[in-house]
């Protein structure tokens, strides 16, 4: 079964400090991961994104670190502002698929 | 340069009753996917039109249809509705051609089912 483990459910950071939600896999062969942030009431909207012949990548405060091995990869979120608390969920493509199979989302709340 | 658009916003419908949504790809898009989204839960992917065809079909039942037109909009039509279909519906669009490519993502219709 192709699925992806998200964790932790919820989140509570200071604002300023460090956000990390984790992923992992098994079993499947992914090709591609994103990370997705969605408001209330809103669609997701892609964060960034990873190929796995990449061990990190890094956009704005948004880093994607990819450990091809363990088959795990986590977002961070650096100086983590009162705006970005929203749910966030990562994302993978099973190689061969026309679809993403979604992780459980991760509430994150930064506290001003 | 419009986003995904989805109609309609919201919708309330009863048990047994048929559903029809819409979506609009994002400009250059040809690719609509939709998903289902329960509340709580990370969307699940429904199915795939590339070229006015399903390209590929997740795990939901055949009460579950779809057609694409040549402009690229898509309808997502769900037959005899159950109480568990109630969800956020999302449509996703991507770039022309073969491979695969990024999702974007509409805002959704929220879908309750009496």
């Known amino acids: 079964q192709q699925q992806v483990k998200q964790s932790p459910q919820s989140l509570i950071v200071q604002k300023g400090g460090i956000s990390i939600i984790n992923c992992a896999y098994e079993?499947?062969?992914?090709?591609?991961f994103p990370w997705y942030q969605q408001f209330p009431g809103k669609g997701p909207a892609l964060l960034i994104a990873?190929?796995?012949?990449?061990s990190e990548k890094k956009e704005g405060r948004f880093t994607i670190s990819f450990n091809k091995s363990a088959k795990q990869f986590s977002l961070h979120i650096m100086d983590s502002q009162p705006g970005d608390s929203a749910t966030y969920f990562c994302?993978?493509?099973?190689?061969?698929?026309?679809?993403?199979?979604f992780g459980t989302g991760t509430r994150l709340l930064v506290s001003p | 340069d419009a986003g995904v658009t989805q109609s309609p916003t919201h919708l309330i419908k009863t048990r047994g009753q048929q559903v029809t949504l819409r979506c609009s790809p994002k400009?250059?898009?040809?690719?609509v996917s939709w998903y289902q989204q329960a509340l709580g839960q990370g969307p699940q992917f429904i199915f795939q039109?590339?070229?006015?065809?399903?390209?590929q079909r997740g795990n939901f039942p055949d009460r579950f249809s779809g057609h694409q037109y040549p402009n690229y909009s898509s309808e997502l039509n769900v037959n005899a509705l159950l109480l568990g279909d109630s969800a956020l519906y999302l449509c996703?669009?991507?770039?022309?051609?073969?491979?695969?490519?990024?999702?974007?993502f509409g805002p959704g219709t929220r879908l309750t089912v009496l």
């Open positions: 996703a669009s991507s770039k022309p051609g073969q491979g695969f490519h990024e999702q974007f």
């Open positions: 079993n499947t062969a992914f090709d591609y």
């Open positions: 990873i190929r796995p012949d990449v």
């Open positions: 994302a993978a493509r099973p190689t061969g698929f026309q679809k993403l199979v």
């Open positions: 400009s250059g898009h040809d690719t």
């Open positions: 039109y590339y070229e006015e065809e399903e390209r």
